[in-house]
């Protein structure tokens, strides 16, 4: 069992900053791929992804060049740097780890077999 803590969400204006943090209860991320997701209105949207060992990031159009995910393996921490906030962005925001995630699926939530909690983001105009 793997269990994910996300924090550092809160409100902010357009055009701010916000970093996330998720938390994990033990030391994963050499064997797990790690994600973020968004979730308003009902649909879970993909954000971005980052694999075994912190080598490869991918990115939803939408937060690319804007957001940025890291690994800090020594604090068993995933991070999720948002830079140029936009109303749009508004969500919970959710991380998961992934033991089986390939590069094919590192964007579909079921291939992610742990979640955390989640985190509310708001952006104001």
């Known amino acids: 069992q793997v269990d994910l803590r996300e924090s550092g969400g809160g409100l902010v204006q357009a055009g701010g900053s916000l970093r996330l943090a998720c938390g994990s209860s033990?030391?994963?991320?050499?064997?797990?791929?790690m994600g973020w997701f968004r979730q308003d209105s009902g649909k879970r949207e993909f954000v971005a992804a980052i694999n075994w060992r912190g080598g490869n990031t991918i990115y939803a159009d939408s937060v690319k060049g804007r957001f940025v995910i890291s690994n800090e393996n020594a604090k068993n921490t995933v991070t999720l740097q948002m830079n140029n906030l936009k109303p749009e962005d508004t969500a919970f925001y959710y991380c998961?780890?992934?033991?089986?995630?390939?590069?094919?699926?590192?964007?579909?939530?079921?291939?992610?077999?742990?979640w955390g909690r989640g985190t509310q983001v708001t952006v104001s105009l």
């Open positions: 033990r030391g994963i991320f050499s064997d797990y791929a």
């Open positions: 998961a780890a992934g033991r089986d995630v390939t590069i094919a699926t590192e964007s579909w939530a079921p291939a992610y077999d742990y």
